[in-house]
């Protein structure tokens, strides 16, 4: 994978002032490429985006993904090559409290960059980001495949579903006529440094590890595609470049780990627990208590051999160094030195990177 094709590279993401968002910016930013972002301010009053100061190094736009002609404005001033859409309402639980925005967000906010897109001359390549929570979940043991039925059951689950529906529609409609190259990606639970985001299973167990106490687990036996942020995020950037100039890569691809690192959230919070023990030198153990929220999948697995036989993709990092990397960014970022932050994700992603 030569991911020198994107020095000087005209790249939009929306959504980039989120946490996957702000791993993007930095990953583009390390390439060479001139990177632009279209996005609300972040959600969070400590977040990944200000700590890594991304504002001063690409140019960020703000603004709401249900706004169109604020949208349309980026487009036409950025003249983008590449877009990657990640701008979403992406809490289930959230979606619970408001589905309506959630919908508005993760349905209207895709019809309005695809809608840019299709009136965008410059545009070549665009990947839509949904989630692993778009297919119809009958709890099955083996992992969910491309064509296998999209019914989300929540409002968040179900709006990427719907996402997933226009991405198509636009295709057929305008895009494959004017040889723009779209995919959608369907990635599984990502984890990584960075994440301030309430209703996570990290941030959740990193608040109460610092705050020196219990770390509650909803449901310790949900099983879950965990993932360093990284690997969807290189993914992302590989489809996009080789869809640049093969249009027959276009598609839709599940991208998640390894079945052995599908995790129950239980064991998953046990290696925290011994990695926050081991580079921290703190206890810090979990409950288990079902707190009688919104239904939740217990069980969700994806099957990735299509982008692994396209693209001979297959995941880098195994769960005990992902939570190595986790811990290790909690560490450097405890220290208060925000260049130091800047420097453990600058090392994060060149390691990544040369594993390639």
Known sequence: MDLSFYKNKK???????????????????????????????????ENLFDLC?????MDSYIGDIRDLNRLKE?????????????????????????????YETNVMGTVNVLECVRNTSSVKSVINVTTDKV???????????????????????????????????????????????????????????????VDRIIPDCIRAAINKENIIIRNPYSIRPFQHVLEPV?????????????????????VGPKDEDCWETGRLTDLFCDKWKEIMSEEVQWVNKHD???????????????????????????????MEKIVEWIKVYL????????SCMNEQIKEYIDEL
């Open 11 to 45: 790249v939009l993401i929306t959504g980039h002032t989120g946490f996957k968002g702000s791993w993007m910016s930095m990953v583009l930013i390390r390439l060479g490429a001139k990177v632009s972002g279209y996005a609300l301010l972040p959600g969070t009053t």
């Open 234 to 254: 290189i993914a992302y950037l590989m489809v996009a470049m080789e869809q640049y100039n093969d249009h027959s890569k276009c598609g839709s691809y599940n």
């Open 135 to 197: 297919y119809k979940n009958i709890e099955q043991d083996k992992g969910y495949v491309e064509t296998d039925e999209l019914n989300g059951y929540d409002p968040y689950s179900n709006s990427k579903s719907c996402s997933e529906l226009v991405t198509s529609s636009y295709i057929n409609s305008f895009l494959k006529e004017k040889g723009i190259a779209v995919t959608t990606m369907r990635a599984g639970n990502v984890i990584g440094g960075g994440d301030f985001a």
């Open 292 to 322: 009688g929220g919104p239904h939740e999948a217990g069980f969700l697995k994806l099957d990735c051999n299509k982008i692994s036989s396209t693209f001979n993709w297959k995941p880098k990092w195994n769960m005990e160094c992902n």
């Open 335 to 342: 220290s208060g030195d925000k260049d130091a932050v800047v």
């Open 53 to 57: 100061g991304l504002d001063k190094k």
């Open 74 to 102: 980026v487009f036409d001033e950025v003249k983008p090559e590449i877009v990657i859409h990640m701008a979403a309402q992406p809490i289930v639980r959230e979606s619970y409290k408001a589905p309506v925005y959630t």
